[in-house]
């Protein structure tokens, strides 16, 4: 797979890919979380792409992994050949306010006119 052919697929989903990581960093914020905060939060430039055939489609997705500082993996967005995608983005914190949760990450999936977004909540046993 060539460089380029990723960099054109990069290029072409940088502004839905950016509103994607825009909608997950203020569902971080909606939660409380501060936006100056230790949390690293997703910037789509830093994702590491490469594209992957879809084995049941059989059409190119561009799939882009996050990494943190020691390179472990803390995130994913995979942009689908018919439009759709599907991100994931790890938190991994107890939730702000609420002490009985903890936030293992945020979703984020849809079409770029109908972008969803939701915390993955685990419940602390007490």
Partial sequence: MSKELVAEHVAARRVFGETVCQRITENIVKLGFPLQTELSLPKFDSAEFSLVTDPFTQTQDLVGYWYSAS???IGQIKFHGDGSFYAEYDV???HP?????????INAWGQQDNIKT???LLDIPQ
């Fill in 71 to 73: 390179k472990q993996r």
């Fill in 97 to 105: 306010t609420k002490k009985q949760w903890f936030v293992e990450a």
């Fill in 118 to 120: 939701e915390a993955k």
């Fill in 92 to 94: 991994v914190q107890p």
